[in-house]
């Protein structure tokens, strides 16, 4: 044979070679079930009750499950923010969850947790109880609201990111604060969590004021007792108005 016959004949066994593996790998997807879902960890939800939600049932062809059904009904759960899903050629399918990240904590109509959006969680079974602050002094926008959706407040919104700020800048201060109250004037004012000192934030600048808040409680507060402190007032510039219980009001910072 000349290699022109050679060249002809080899590429005629790679199109049948081809084809043949084509119709097995068909064949071998009609016969694969379904054996096992793989659940990663998760931080606020039970294992069992994100596969009861995805519908799955072991014994059904692998191939035959739409994913992007399984996706939509994992989706209507209000905690999960996206999910990624795989199936394996030995009979199982991979699915990876990212929750919501749960930020606070408020009750309207009911109790409800808030991500960073504002979207309004539902309380659920949770393996891991937040221990996030509560907002409060929202009375007026306690009508028609639905869990799963995000909360319309642009008070809301700030005071999220004041507890994500305060957070960022000292995480041991952030732990002291219970609640985070927007008053009659509008202006955010923080409570602690041992003795419910208020320490009025105001309504702008925060970062710098948690910064010297945050200063000021390492260097005064802890030395001399939280339990001896009245109130912080924090909205002015540049400054503190702090009541001790021993009446002295003084300018710090």
């Known amino acids: 044979m000349n290699l022109k016959t050679t060249y002809i004949i080899w590429m005629l066994l790679i199109v049948i070679s081809f084809f043949l593996l084509c119709g097995f790998a068909h ?11 793989n659940i990663a960890e998760t931080k606020y939800l039970y294992e069992d009750d994100v596969y009861k939600l995805t519908g799955l049932v072991n014994g059904k062809l692998l191939y035959s499950i739409d994913l992007d059904t399984v996706r939509e009904r994992l989706l209507s759960n209000p905690y999960i923010h996206d999910v990624i899903m795989v199936k394996q050629i030995y009979g199982s399918i991979d699915i990876i969850i990212f929750e919501r990240e749960i930020k606070a904590s408020i009750f309207l ?16 079974r949770l393996k891991t109880i937040p221990n996030v602050p509560v907002i409060s002094g929202v009375e007026s926008l306690k009508e028609n609201n639905i ?11 700030t005071a999220i990111r004041m507890l994500d ?13 219970s609640e985070l109250k927007i008053n009659r004037n509008g202006d955010f004012v923080l409570l602690t969590d041992d003795y419910a000192i208020p320490i009025i934030i105001g309504k702008e600048n925060y970062a710098e004021k948690i910064l010297m808040l945050s200063s000021f409680w390492r260097q005064f507060v802890m030395r001399n007792g939280s339990q001896n402190l009245i109130y912080i007032d924090a909205r002015f510039k540049n400054q503190l108005v702090v009541k001790w219980k021993d009446n002295n009001n003084k300018n710090i910072l």
């Open 27 to 37: 064949q071998w997807k009609q016969i694969i079930i379904l054996e096992n879902v």
């Open 147 to 157: 869990s799963g959706e995000i909360f319309n407040s642009e008070y809301i919104l």
């Open 109 to 124: 109509d009911k109790f409800y947790y808030l991500d960073s959006e504002a979207r309004l969680l539902p309380k659920l």
């Open 165 to 177: 700020t305060t957070k960022n800048i000292d995480e041991e201060f952030y732990l002291l604060i």
